[in-house]
Structure formats: C-alpha cells, structure tokens
C-alpha cells in the first residue's frame, strides 16, 4: 500500500488534557509535550507547521495584521500569500505527491491539490450564504454529498460555537480519504478552543469535551489506518487560566498616543492620527508606533500596568519582521490583552456587540458569550476564562509507529523540521 501522512492539529490539546481523558490516553499513540512557538496563537502555529520556520522568517506574528499602507488591521485573513518560507512538502508535490489543506488559515492561494476552508458570503441587505472555498471547486458539494449535510459557520465561532464544528472538520476529512486519499493531509480539529476559553482548564465540562475530541481522533486513525496514511496528531499551544483583562487601547487613549472618532456617542478608532495602538491577541499584542520618536513615549505609559509582563522591541521578543509592532507585549501567566478603549457600553462601536472578526483591532474571545437577552455578543471581558499567547505550559504531539524517528522532537520547529524530512524522503 502506498505510503501517506496525516497530520492533524488539534486547538488547545495540551498534557492536562491527556491526562483528564482515559479515550484520548488510550488512542494507539503515546502523547510527549511540544514547545509552541512565540506567540502561540493559531496562525503563527500554523504557519510554521507548515515552513518549518520562525515566525520571524515565515511573518505571521499574530492572527491579525497591520497594514501599515493602507492604515488597516485585519484578522483571520486567509490569504496563503501573506506569509514566507517554502512550503515543507513543496519539493514532493513537484515530483507528483498530492496535497491537501483543511480548515487551516491563510491556505487559500497556497499550492496544494486539495482545499477546504470556510468562506461565507455576507450578503448585501444582511444575512450569510453558509459555504466553504474548495479546490476544486466541486469538492464542497461532493463532501456535502458524502456528509449528508453542509458547513455551519455558526458552530465554528460565536456563542454558538460547538464540538459540532469539530466533528464536521473529522468527518469531512475522512471523506476525503475516501474520495481522493491525497499523499499528504493536513487538517484542524477545533474543539477544545471554544470549552476551554469559556470554563478555562479546569471547567466543568472540559473531560467530556476531550472525550469528544478523542472519539474524533479515533475515527480519523481508523480511517487513516485503512487507506495507508501514518498519522500526527498535534496541539498548537496549551490553553491557561485567565482571569485579568488588561486594556492597553486605554492606557494609550488617556495618554493622548491612541485617537477615536466620536460619532453619534460611539468611539471609534482613528488609525490615520494616532501615534500607537495595540492590536491585541491573547496573551500577545504588537503596539505599533507610527513615530519612532514617540517608542520611548509608548513604553513609558505601558510600563507598570497591571498585567504586563514585559515589553519588548520585536527583535528583542524573537520576531523580527517588518509585520511585527515596534513594541510586543507579553501577558502575565492568567492576564490577557483585550483590545477594546472605551470605558462605557454606549461608547462602544456598533460592531463591539457582534461577530465581527474583520473590524476589530483585535482578537475578541468575548464572542464566544451571548449578552443577555441573546441579540448580541457579551462586552464582559471578566467572562473569559481561559486563553493562550505565552510559552512556558508545553502542548502535546504523538505519532503513529511509522513515524518514531519524530518520537525525539521537543519543539514545534523541530517537529515540521522532521515531518519535512519525511515527506521528503519518504513519500516525495
């Protein structure tokens, strides 16, 4: 039988995880702890996976960028071509080996066979078409076809945001081993994102999720098992407790460096005449300084806020990238960077209270909460009880028993390192 590789990312899959599901520990792989790169957040992670390169070489700093032309921060972008680096199985698909990509970000564009990633229409008069993006483009409607039903990007992010998604992202891939049994396959699973900010590690409901997410994982190694493929199965960083919100959109609004427009009572940022602003992620925020002489001015009144770690130029932070802020902060263990400024609900622009991850200036894991009486989305950042960012609690990675040379790994750079000297080596 033909040789193939699945590999498999697993959102927040750390070793206390492991150890509170007799299911996951039971699957026929042996789980060993794995460094996450800095920031560990999802694109940064993702992005080195697949270059087997620093953030600082490959430039996905965060989830979010700052477009420093166009005055504009954006998140979620899924462009491929916003990061660097060859792609770590570049050289075997030139020889013949296919490709897949499911669910990762910043993959549309990239070069691979095979594609799925959500891309929902957002119709003009209000209202969404539910849909995926798929190369080819008839792979939507043959794995809707297989499934039976249709990508719900309601289950994926928000206050309806479910394991149900995640089973959705199993199922779906197992059809495509099915269908089409690409060489190689790589796919997300985002499960425990959603319990484990909402309840934190120690939550209630936090064992059955991961029981949920091994039931998930036990299919796809069945299915893996059957059609050839040796298997990874990797967690992009450990989720921590958080319990204090630190606002640093504040901090530079009351010093004067971060300018809102006022408009009909509501503040909004104005990017084009502020001299900094912190676009926030988790445990992380790159502040951006349009003025160099006004650094100086930006740690100043940062320095000593409740919360903060450390602040740090970007080479000073490990990421040296024209993407990176002029200053990186880091988050106290259980403190995180919220990114909204103002100090009263009415201030708050009209799209605080909803999904709306393209116009935020930062990552908003209050949208996982509903604001009573459900018509939008919770401004309470005290809800959040878990997050990600900082490096010092491991995440966790296992093989299956083709693949021991990688049993040796410790970090997530080593780790793509290794999956690209096999495919390499094996399947190119």
């Known amino acids: ?53 620093p953030p600082a070489k490959h430039n996905i700093i965060a989830n979010g960028r700052f477009d420093r032309r166009s005055g504009k921060v954006e998140f979620w972008n899924q462009s491929a071509w916003l990061y660097s680096g060859e792609r770590i199985w570049e050289k075997a698909r030139a020889k013949g080996t296919t490709v897949a990509v499911m669910f990762t970000q910043q993959s549309l564009g990239d070069c691979t066979d095979y594609c799925l990633s959500p891309a929902p229409i957002h119709k003009h008069h209000g209202g969404m078409i539910m849909a995926c993006q798929t190369r080819p483009p008839t792979l939507e409607q043959e794995l809707y076809d297989q499934l039976g039903s249709k990508f719900k990007l309601f289950n994926y992010w928000g206050p309806l945001a479910s394991r149900a998604s995640g089973e959705w992202c199993a199922k779906s891939t197992a059809a495509l081993m099915n269908l089409h049994q690409p060489d190689i396959l790589f796919t997300y699973l985002p499960n425990m994102d959603y319990c484990l900010q909402r309840e934190g590690p120690h939550g209630k409901s936090i064992g059955r999720e991961v029981d949920y997410l ?29 319990h204090l919100p630190v606002y640093p959109n504040k901090v530079l609004l009351d010093a004067g460096l971060f300018i809102c427009r006022e408009l009909e009572g509501m503040l909004y940022p104005n990017i084009f005449d502020s001299r900094a602003f912190a676009m926030c992620d988790h445990q992380v925020a790159h502040v951006y300084v349009r003025d160099k002489a006004d650094v100086a001015a930006a740690r100043q009144v940062l320095a000593g806020v409740e919360g903060i770690e450390s602040i740090q130029t970007a080479a000073e932070a490990g990421l040296d990238s024209p993407e990176a802020g002029e200053l990186v902060l880091t988050a106290k263990p259980g403190a995180w960077f919220a990114y909204s400024w103002w100090e009263t609900k009415r201030q708050a622009p009209d799209y605080a209270t909803h999904v709306d991850i393209h116009s935020k200036i930062g990552f908003d894991p209050c949208e996982l909460f509903w604001h009573i009486p459900f018509i939008s989305t919770s401004l309470d950042c005290t809800k959040v009880k878990g997050t990600h960012g900082r490096i010092d609690t491991p995440a966790v990675f296992a093989v299956t028993a083709g693949l021991k040379e990688l049993e040796n790994k410790t970090t997530l750079l080593e780790l793509s390192s290794g999956i690209r000297d096999y495919i390499n080596g094996e399947l190119g």
């Open 214 to 242: 091994a039931d998930s994982l036990s299919g796809l190694l069945a299915t893996a098992k059957e059609f050839g493929y040796e298997v990874v199965v990797w967690g992009d960083y450990a989720i921590t407790e958080a």
């Open 1 to 53: 039988m033909k040789r193939r590789l699945l590999v498999i990312e697993c959102a927040g899959l750390d070793m206390a995880a492991v150890a509170s599901s007799p299911k996951l520990a039971a699957l026929d792989a042996a789980f060993r702890p794995l460094q996450p790169v800095f920031p560990a957040v999802t694109c940064t992670a993702q992005a080195t996976m697949r270059t087997a390169l």
